[in-house]
C-alpha cells in the first residue's frame, strides 16, 4: 500500500438504526394532511440530515420507500402544487394504515372465553388471561355465564406430561417404566427431543440411550413416575427432527381387533349403542351389545369413562386395559392402592 494512502471501508448501518430511521419516517408521514415534498421530508427525519450529499439522500429514500411499500404500508404520491405538476409529495393515508376495530360475534366471543379457560390451570395461564384482559380492555364483553356447562378440556391427563414437558424444555434425561402393546413393562431411559399430539394422543420423541437409537412413546403407556436425571443441556436435539413426521413414520399398521362384547346399563351409552353392530335386552338393567374398534387404548380409555355402567365382556385385552384405568383413576382420587379399589 502507497504510503499516506488512506482506505475507505464501507459499514452497512445496523438494523436498529435503520428501523429508527423507517420510523420517523412513517411518524413524519402520518403526522402531515399535505403530501411532503422530498425536500421536506429531508428536514423532517434526522438520519436523512447525515447524508452526504443530495444523490446519497435521494438514494437511501428510494430503498426506504419500498421497504415500507413491502411491509404494506400504503405510501401515497401526490402532486404537491397543481400549478407545478413535476413536484411530488408523500403521505400515508391514516385510513387505509390504522388497524381496524376490533369486533368479534357471540359465538366468536364464547371461543375466545372457552380457549382461555383450556389453559387457565396449565403452563400458558399467565398468557392465556393476558390475552383475555387485553380483549376486555379494547371493549369486548367476554361473559361467562354464555358457556355455563360447557367444559372445553384439552386430553393432557397423563400423569407423565407436565414432568416430559419440562425435560424437553431442559434437556434432560428421563427414565420411566413403558408399557408395551401386549400389556408388559420395560424400563426406558430417554433423552426427550419433543412432545406432539397425533390423532389424539400424546407422544415424546427421543433417543432411547439403552437402545441406541431414536424413538417415540404413547404417553398413555407410561406407567408410574418421569425421572430427570443429570444437568439441563446435556445433549442437543438434531436440528432436522420434527416430532409428528417420527410419530407418523413409526405407527404400526392399525389391525382391526375383534368386536367388543359390552355390557351397558340401561339409559346410559348412546354413543356406544349407536355404533353397535347389534343390541340385546339381558334384562330391563343391562343391554349387550358388540361394537367394532380398531386401537385397544383409545377405546379402553371411553369405555372406562363411563364407570360402573358398562362392563368389557371380550376380549381379554380389552378388559384388562379398562381395568388398568379403573385401578389407576382410584388410586389418583383415593390415594388408596389401586390393586385394592378395583378386582380383577
Not at 386430553?155 to 414437558?165: D, G, K, Y
Not at 443441556?233 to 436440528?239: E, I, L, N
Request: glycine share 6%.
Amino acid at each position: 500500500m502507497p504510503s499516506g494512502s488512506v482506505t475507505r471501508v464501507s459499514v452497512q448501518p445496523s438494523v436498529a438504526a435503520k428501523t429508527e430511521r423507517l420510523l420517523n419516517l412513517v411518524i413524519a408521514l402520518l403526522s402531515t394532511r399535505m403530501p411532503l415534498t422530498k425536500a421536506r421530508i429531508r428536514t423532517a427525519v434526522p438520519q436523512y440530515l447525515t447524508t452526504a450529499s443530495v444523490e446519497a439522500f435521494d438514494r437511501m429514500f428510494e430503498r426506504d420507500k419500498d421497504e415500507l411499500r413491502e411491509l404494506g404500508i400504503p405510501l401515497e404520491t401526490a402532486i404537491v402544487d397543481p400549478l407545478f405538476d413535476d413536484e411530488l409529495g408523500y403521505r400515508i393515508d391514516r385510513r387505509e394504515y390504522a388497524l381496524p376495530e376490533i369486533a368479534f360475534t357471540p359465538d366468536e366471543v364464547s371461543a375466545l372465553v372457552l380457549a382461555g379457560r383450556i389453559w387457565s390451570q396449565a403452563s400458558l395461564a399467565a398468557q392465556a388471561n393476558a390475552a383475555l384482559t387485553k380483549l376486555a380492555a379494547t371493549g369486548v364483553v367476554l361473559d361467562d355465564r354464555s358457556v355455563v356447562g360447557v367444559e372445553p378440556r384439552i386430553r393432557t391427563q397423563e400423569a407423565s406430561f407436565e414432568p416430559l414437558r419440562r425435560a424437553v424444555q431442559d434437556r434432560r434425561k428421563v427414565t420411566f417404566d413403558y408399557r408395551k402393546a401386549d400389556g408388559t413393562l420395560s424400563a426406558r431411559s430417554v433423552q426427550p427431543w419433543g412432545l406432539t399430539q397425533w390423532r389424539g394422543r400424546w407422544y415424546i420423541t427421543g433417543w432411547d440411550t439403552a437402545r441406541d437409537a431414536e424413538r417415540v412413546f404413547r404417553l398413555g403407556r407410561i406407567a408410574g413416575p418421569v425421572t430427570a436425571h443429570g444437568k439441563a443441556g446435556a445433549y442437543a436435539v438434531p436440528a432436522d427432527h420434527v416430532p409428528r413426521v417420527l410419530v407418523r413414520s413409526s405407527e404400526p399398521e392399525i389391525v382391526d381387533q375383534p368386536p367388543a362384547i359390552l355390557r351397558v346399563r340401561a339409559g346410559v351409552g348412546n354413543t356406544l349403542r349407536r355404533r353397535a353392530r347389534s343390541i340385546g335386552e339381558i334384562d330391563d338393567t343391562w343391554s349387550l351389545i358388540d361394537i367394532d374398534y380398531r386401537d385397544v387404548d383409545s377405546f379402553a380409555a371411553e369405555v372406562a369413562g363411563f364407570g360402573p355402567d358398562v362392563v368389557v365382556e371380550a376380549p381379554v385385552d380389552l378388559q384388562a386395559a379398562v381395568v388398568r384405568l379403573l385401578r389407576e383413576a382410584a388410586a389418583r382420587h383415593t390415594g388408596v392402592g389401586a390393586a385394592e379399589q378395583v378386582p380383577s
